[in-house]
């Protein structure tokens, strides 16, 4: 079932870092890819998200890049500070139905 | 304004009972989406709900079920309790249907013995 790829399974970078998650999926008829950040205890939180027809999005420090032609996005974190510690999940949905989540990255930030 | 409501939080229930989770979406919010989340598989899809009728399904075998009420309050079920069942179970609301932005509850953790 898992349509959505998603690398590395935990990740950790020191303070200012920049963190990078990927993604990978294999229906190109998906056409909404967003990130969710989740906290111990809480729901997944949508961050940013992208459609297909740019290649980048940046939200405050959170960047998304997009490679249509490789059917890969990935999650950038600018200046990352220990509160970005958390899961992220990449998903990717086809006329926004059927959310299809990645596995989830586990980040964690040194101070 | 509220934010989606998931009740009961945390329930332990043995093998071969039944189970029934509910889910209170955000207000003017008809759309309403079950995720099942587990450390091995992430967050899969079980299934939506609009206007009270199932739209989407996940591959999930039939022993899992929900419903919509008119006010757009959803419950879902799972009967004949396994082991592997054991997960957080999460709602999401959604404006309207097709959408893609979900705004999820805290979960409800299931764990099965």
């Known amino acids: 079932q898992q349509q959505v790829k998603q690398s590395p399974q935990s990740l950790i970078v020191q303070k200012g870092g920049i963190p990078i998650i990927n993604c990978a999926y294999e229906n190109t008829a998906f056409d909404y890819f967003p990130w969710y950040q989740q906290f111990p205890g809480k729901g997944p939180a949508l961050l940013i998200a992208?459609?297909?027809?740019?290649s980048e999005k940046k939200e405050g420090r959170f960047t998304i890049s997009f490679n249509k032609s490789a059917k890969q996005f990935s999650l950038h974190i600018m200046d990352s500070q220990p509160g970005d510690s958390a899961t992220y999940f990449c998903a990717a949905s086809r006329d926004n139905n059927d959310m299809r989540f990645g596995a989830g990255t586990r980040l964690t930030v040194k101070p | 304004k509220a934010g989606v409501t998931q009740t009961p939080r945390y329930l332990i229930k043995t093998r071969g009972q039944q189970v029934t989770l509910s889910c209170s979406p955000i207000s003017g919010h008809r759309s309403v989406s079950w995720y099942q989340q587990t450390p091995g598989q992430g967050l899969q899809f079980l299934f939506e709900y609009f206007s009270e009728t199932q739209r989407n399904k996940g591959n999930f075998p039939g022993r899992f079920s929900g419903r919509q009420f008119s006010n757009s309050r959803s419950e879902m079920n799972v009967s004949t309790l396994e082991l592997g069942d054991s997960a957080l179970y999460l709602c999401?609301?959604?404006?309207?249907?097709?959408?893609?932005?979900?705004?999820f509850g805290e979960g409800s953790r299931l764990t099965v013995l």
């Open positions: 992208i459609r297909p027809d740019v």
């Open positions: 999401a609301s959604s404006l309207q249907y097709p959408t893609g932005e979900l705004f």
